[in-house]
T-cell receptor, first 113, second 116 residues
């Protein structure tokens, strides 16, 4: 298995632009998590899905952030409009069951200028 | 509210020194506990986990952790560190129910630097 696949690896954009981050979880995993990592706040849980349904999005910082999981093999995290303070590494992780070991993707390094 | 506290932000040790990284959690009910490691330039990977049973858990690369329920702690230890242990270490916790997904909350991380 290729593991959790995230794209793009790096994204540089200008303030105000829309950013879409993509994630393909490991086949057969039914839970998917989006995290954001920054020096100041460490690793923050943004949202997680179970069986494609959003369970808890209380970590999503603002309405500018949205996440979808249209099917078991794909999820997106969208920021519109983006701001410089959104600059961070965004990780996607999946799990065979939500409370077990997480398998992380390589992350997307987002820079908003 | 659920939370995980890691006491040390940056730890610097010499090779062969012993390591202990602190982790305390606040979570109502049964918990699962994890330590993840992030080597420079890599993504997070599981080091060890505790679900139930023996509170002393052995992980990969000689790491171990002890769950002390009365202290709400899950400290990570290694008797003799190597330069290759240089990484960032994250403690994590979630609810112990197997019925559905639950939040997996991470601590802020501890950066470990090993001097050769």
């Amino acid at each position: 298995d290729a593991g959790v696949i995230q794209s793009p690896r790096h994204e540089v954009t200008e303030m105000g632009q829309e950013v879409t981050l993509r994630c393909k979880p490991i086949s057969g995993h039914n839970s998917l998590f989006w995290y954001r990592q920054t020096m100041m706040r460490g690793l923050e849980l943004l949202i997680y899905f179970n069986n494609n349904v959003p369970i808890d999005d209380s970590g999503m910082p603002e309405d500018r952030f949205s996440a979808k999981m249209p099917n078991a093999s794909f999820s997106t995290l969208k920021i519109q409009p983006s701001e410089p303070r959104d600059s961070a590494v965004y990780f996607c992780a999946s799990s065979p069951r939500g409370n077990e070991k997480l398998f992380f993707g390589s992350g997307t390094q987002l820079s908003v200028l | 509210a659920q939370s995980v506290s890691q006491h040390n932000h940056h730890v610097i040790l010499s090779e062969a020194a012993s390591l202990e990284l602190g982790c305390n959690y606040s979570y109502g009910g049964t918990v699962n506990l994890f330590w993840y490691v992030q080597y420079p330039g890599q993504h997070l990977q599981l080091l060890l986990k505790y679900f139930s049973g023996d509170p002393l858990v052995k992980g990969i690369k000689g790491f171990e952790a002890e769950f002390i329920k009365s202290k709400f702690s899950f400290n990570l230890r290694k008797p003799s560190v190597q330069w290759s242990d240089t990484a960032e270490y994250f403690c994590a916790v979630n609810g112990g129910s197997y019925s559905s997904a639950s939040k997996i909350i991470f601590g802020s991380g501890t950066r470990l630097s090993i001097r050769p």
